[in-house]
C-alpha cells in the first residue's frame, strides 16, 4: 500500500441496496419534500435529481421571490429539477434540464422537457423567447460552467425581459451576479435567506458574453476534450488514473465494454483505443456531448448515451462494466446514484463478465459488490481502491 492518505467522508446512511434516501426504489419518481414555505407549490424528484428528495435551498428561494413577485405567464427555466416553479399560479413552465434523471421527473410531471445544455439554441423548440427566465447555479461545477450558465441565460432573455438568479453566496453567488449584471446592464439581489440568494437582472440591449472554451488534455494515450462543467474536465483524476494503472495488462480486444457514468470520457475512449467494443454513459448531457468530442478526437467509434444510470441501455448487456462512481459530499456522502451503479452491473454484466470499480478508500462498496458475484480488491493507493467483481 503506498500513500495511504486520511480522508474526512462521512457515510450519511448505512448502504442499502434497492432503497435510495427516503427508502423508495431507485427509479421510482415521488412528490419532492418541500418545506412550508412552498405550501401551495409542488415537484417532483427521484434519486440522482439535484436536491432529493426536497429541492435545492436556491430552487426554494427563487420559487418564493417569484411568487411574492406574482411572475405569472411563460417562465424558461433552464434549470427545471424536479418542475417546482411550474407550479407557481399561473406560470406555464418551458423546462429545460441537462440531467437525465431530471428530465424523467419533469416527464412524468407532464412537462415535456427540452433536454439542453449551456450554449445551445432553444429557437426551434420556442421561436419566441419567454420574457422571463429563470437559473440556479451550479456553485459545485466551476467558473467555467458557471460563465457559460449565464452566458445562456443572456442569450435567451430578449432585451426588456427579467432574469432570475439563485444560488448560493459561499458558492461565489456575489461575484456571479457582478458578473451578469455587466452582461445585463443592470441587476440587484432581491432575496436572501441564510446563505441562498435570488438576483433579479432586467436586459438592456448587449452582446452575449462568449461562452468559454472546451479543456484539452492527454492522459494514457487518449486527447481528453473537457467542456465546462464536466468531472476532470482539465486534467485526469488521480482515481480514474489508478483504475487504468491497475488495469494496463487487461485484454480488451473484441470485448463488450460499458463506461459508466463516463465524464469526458478518459475511460471509454482508453478502451475503445485497445480495441474494444465500447458504449459509454452518463446522466448528464453536457458530459455526453464532452465523452463524444472526445472519441471525435481521437478518430474512436462508440456509443455515447444520455441515460440516468443504464436506463437508455435498452437489452445490452457487456463483458467488462468500468466504473468511477459519483457520490456527493455535501451533508455527508449520498451514495443512491452509486448503488445504482453497482445494481446496473448486476443486470449488465454477462455470466462471467466483471465490472472494475475505483473508488475512495472509505466508501462501503464491498458488500454490495458481493452481490453481483466473487470480488477482489486489485490495488490501493493514494486513499483509492480498486475493485473488481465477477458476475456468477
Ligand atoms: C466520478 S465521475 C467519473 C467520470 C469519468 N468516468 C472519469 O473517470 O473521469 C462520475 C460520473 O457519473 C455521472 N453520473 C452522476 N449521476 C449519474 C446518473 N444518475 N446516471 C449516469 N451517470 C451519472 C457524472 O455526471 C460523472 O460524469
Same mark, same amino acid.
Given at each position: 500500500?503506498?500513500?495511504?492518505?486520511?480522508?474526512?467522508?462521512?457515510?450519511?446512511?448505512?448502504?442499502?441496496?434497492?432503497?435510495?434516501?427516503?427508502?423508495?426504489?431507485?427509479?421510482?419518481?415521488?412528490?419532492?419534500?418541500?418545506?412550508?414555505?412552498?405550501?401551495?407549490?409542488?415537484?417532483?424528484?427521484?434519486?440522482?435529481?439535484?436536491?432529493?428528495?426536497?429541492?435545492?435551498?436556491?430552487?426554494?428561494?427563487?420559487?418564493?421571490?417569484?411568487?411574492? +413577485? /406574482?411572475?405569472? !405567464?411563460?417562465?424558461?427555466?433552464?434549470? @427545471? #429539477? %424536479?418542475?417546482?416553479? =411550474?407550479?407557481?399560479?399561473? $406560470?406555464?413552465?418551458?423546462?429545460?434540464?441537462?440531467?437525465?434523471?431530471?428530465?424523467?421527473?419533469?416527464?412524468?410531471?407532464?412537462?415535456?422537457?427540452?433536454?439542453?445544455?449551456?450554449?445551445?439554441?432553444?429557437?426551434?423548440?420556442?421561436?419566441?423567447?419567454?420574457?422571463?427566465?429563470?437559473?440556479?447555479?451550479?456553485?459545485?461545477?466551476?467558473?467555467?460552467?458557471?460563465?457559460?450558465?449565464?452566458?445562456?441565460?443572456?442569450?435567451?432573455?430578449?432585451?426588456?425581459?427579467?432574469?432570475?438568479?439563485?444560488? +448560493? /453566496?459561499?458558492? !461565489?453567488?456575489?461575484?456571479?451576479?457582478? @458578473? #451578469? %449584471?455587466?452582461?445585463? =446592464?443592470?441587476?440587484?439581489? $432581491?432575496?436572501?435567506?441564510?446563505?441562498?440568494?435570488?438576483?433579479?437582472?432586467?436586459?438592456?440591449?448587449?452582446?452575449?458574453?462568449?461562452?468559454?472554451?472546451?479543456?484539452?488534455?492527454?492522459?494514457?494515450?487518449?486527447?481528453?476534450?473537457?467542456?465546462?462543467?464536466?468531472?476532470?474536465?482539465?486534467?485526469?483524476?488521480?482515481?480514474?488514473?489508478?483504475?487504468?494503472?491497475?488495469?494496463?495488462?487487461?485484454?480488451?480486444?473484441?470485448?463488450?465494454?460499458?463506461?459508466?457514468?463516463?465524464?469526458?470520457?478518459?475511460?471509454?475512449?482508453?478502451?475503445?483505443?485497445?480495441?474494444?467494443?465500447?458504449?459509454?454513459?452518463?446522466?448528464?448531457?453536457?458530459?455526453?456531448?464532452?465523452?463524444?468530442?472526445?472519441?471525435?478526437?481521437?478518430?474512436?467509434?462508440?456509443?455515447?448515451?444520455?441515460?440516468?444510470?443504464?436506463?437508455?441501455?435498452?437489452?445490452?448487456?457487456?463483458?467488462?462494466?468500468?466504473?468511477?462512481?459519483?457520490?456527493?459530499?455535501?451533508?455527508?456522502?449520498?451514495?443512491?446514484?452509486?448503488?445504482?451503479?453497482?445494481?446496473?452491473?448486476?443486470?449488465?454484466?454477462?455470466?462471467?463478465?466483471?465490472?472494475?470499480?475505483?473508488?475512495?478508500?472509505?466508501?462501503?462498496?464491498?458488500?454490495?459488490?458481493?452481490?453481483?458475484?466473487?470480488?477482489?480488491?486489485?490495488?490501493?493507493?493514494?486513499?483509492?481502491?480498486?475493485?473488481?467483481?465477477?458476475?456468477?
Amino acid at each position: 500500500m503506498t500513500g495511504r492518505k486520511k480522508q474526512k467522508i462521512r457515510i450519511a446512511r448505512p448502504p442499502a441496496r434497492e432503497d435510495s434516501a427516503d427508502g423508495g426504489n431507485y427509479f421510482e419518481v415521488r412528490p419532492a419534500k418541500l418545506g412550508q414555505r412552498l405550501e401551495g407549490l409542488s415537484a417532483l424528484t427521484k434519486p440522482g435529481v439535484r436536491g432529493f428528495p426536497g429541492v435545492e435551498a436556491a430552487q426554494e428561494l427563487l420559487a418564493q421571490t417569484m411568487r411574492k +413577485d /406574482r411572475v405569472s !405567464g411563460e417562465v424558461l427555466d433552464l434549470t @427545471a #429539477a %424536479g418542475g417546482l416553479l =411550474g407550479s407557481l399560479p399561473g $406560470v406555464t413552465l418551458r423546462a429545460v434540464e441537462g440531467s437525465a434523471a431530471a428530465l424523467t421527473a419533469l416527464e412524468a410531471a407532464g412537462y415535456a422537457p427540452l433536454a439542453a445544455v449551456p450554449g445551445d439554441a432553444l429557437a426551434e423548440r420556442w421561436p419566441e423567447r419567454a420574457r422571463t427566465v429563470a437559473l440556479t447555479l451550479a456553485g459545485d461545477r466551476g467558473n467555467a460552467y458557471i460563465s457559460a450558465q449565464i452566458a445562456w441565460a443572456h442569450a435567451q432573455t430578449p432585451p426588456g425581459g427579467t432574469l432570475y438568479l439563485a444560488g +448560493d /453566496r459561499d458558492k !461565489g453567488f456575489d461575484r456571479y451576479v457582478r @458578473a #451578469a %449584471g455587466a452582461a445585463f =446592464g443592470t441587476g440587484e439581489t $432581491v432575496a436572501r435567506d441564510g446563505g441562498m440568494r435570488v438576483a433579479r437582472l432586467v436586459r438592456r440591449p448587449g452582446p452575449t458574453p462568449p461562452l468559454p472554451e472546451a479543456e484539452q488534455y492527454g492522459a494514457f494515450g487518449v486527447q481528453v476534450v473537457g467542456l465546462p462543467g464536466v468531472f476532470s474536465a482539465g486534467k485526469a483524476d488521480k482515481a480514474t488514473a489508478l483504475l487504468l494503472e491497475t488495469l494496463d495488462g487487461l485484454e480488451l480486444s473484441g470485448q463488450r465494454v460499458l463506461d459508466l457514468g463516463c465524464g469526458a470520457g478518459l475511460i471509454g475512449a482508453w478502451a475503445a483505443g485497445r480495441g474494444a467494443n465500447v458504449t459509454l454513459v452518463d446522466g448528464d448531457l453536457q458530459s455526453v456531448r464532452s465523452s463524444r468530442l472526445t472519441l471525435e478526437a481521437n478518430r474512436l467509434e462508440g456509443e455515447v448515451l444520455h441515460s440516468d444510470v443504464d436506463s437508455a441501455l435498452g437489452e445490452q448487456t457487456f463483458d467488462l462494466i468500468l466504473t468511477n462512481p459519483p457520490f456527493h459530499v455535501g451533508r455527508g456522502v449520498v451514495l443512491d446514484v452509486a448503488l445504482e451503479f453497482l445494481a446496473a452491473a448486476s443486470r449488465r454484466l454477462k455470466p462471467g463478465g466483471t465490472l472494475y470499480l475505483v473508488a475512495n478508500e472509505p466508501l462501503p462498496y464491498e458488500t454490495p459488490l458481493r452481490d453481483i458475484g466473487p470480488s477482489r480488491e486489485l490495488a490501493r493507493a493514494g486513499g483509492f481502491k480498486v475493485l473488481a467483481a465477477t458476475r456468477d
